[in-house]
T-cell receptor, first 113, second 117 residues
């Protein structure tokens, strides 16, 4: 158990809809990272937040957004969903934004029908 | 841009066999290199890392050496166990630092390993 929690574990929705994925980092970790894992694209970095502020952006679509709240939990919002957004979404956290000490959550599996 | 290429799986071995999973990278500059492991139904865990050329990372019987001359970071284990069955990802930290000092992490596509008793 990494100490990072993600909810929900599974999500099934329809095209055009909007969903919110939630992540609680390990106690004391200030940085949160979001990744998307799909069969065709592999594991892709989406976005990083550090202590409430956006720190780095990766291959995140404009339809996707994220935020980190004062209690350090983070939410990833996916809107206007398409079939191709079906994937496993991971959250990871680290103490001070150092990439090599990332701790991953179990992921949220999203299926868009 | 930076990229990682690792051998395609799946790889199936018998218990106590020798394991090699090849990983090569393309990067400008001097990235740090990592191997992550993903057990069924779980998130990724850092397995080992190396931060400069000729460094050897090791953990749980696995090891990998950062070879700058061949741009490789192959994962090896002398005797695999059934419990090693997982997906293994090679990754590098980007050589271009983003605003704020964060480094982008680039992953290979993963290699699924199955070890049979």
């Amino acid at each position: 158990d990494s100490g990072v929690t993600q909810t929900p574990k599974h999500l099934i929705t329809a095209t055009g809809q909007r969903v919110t994925l939630r992540c609680s980092p390990r106690s004391g970790d200030l940085s949160v990272y979001w990744y998307q894992q799909s069969l065709d694209q592999g594991l892709q970095f989406l976005i990083q937040y550090y202590n409430g502020e956006e720190r780095a952006k990766g291959n995140i679509l404009e339809r996707f957004s994220a935020q980190q709240f004062p209690d350090l939990h983070s939410e990833l919002n996916l809107s206007s969903l398409e079939l191709g957004d079906s994937a496993l979404y991971f959250c990871a956290s680290s103490p001070r934004g150092r990439w090599e000490t990332q701790y991953f959550g179990p992921g949220t599996r999203l299926l868009v029908l | 841009g930076d990229s990682v290429t690792q051998m395609e799986g799946p790889v199936t071995l018998s218990e106590e066999a020798f394991l090699t999973i090849n990983c090569t990278y393309t990067a400008t500059g001097y990235p740090s290199l990592f191997w992550y492991v993903q057990y069924p139904g779980e998130g990724l865990q850092l397995l080992l890392k190396a931060t400069k050329a000729d460094d050897k990372g090791s953990n749980k019987g696995f090891e990998a050496t950062y070879r700058k001359e061949t741009t490789s970071f192959h994962l090896e284990k002398g005797s695999v166990q059934v419990s090693d069955s997982a997906v293994y990802f090679c990754a590098l930290s980007g050589t271009l630092r983003t605003q704020g000092g964060s480094e982008k992490l680039v992953f290979g596509k993963g290699t699924k390993l199955t070890v049979n008793p």
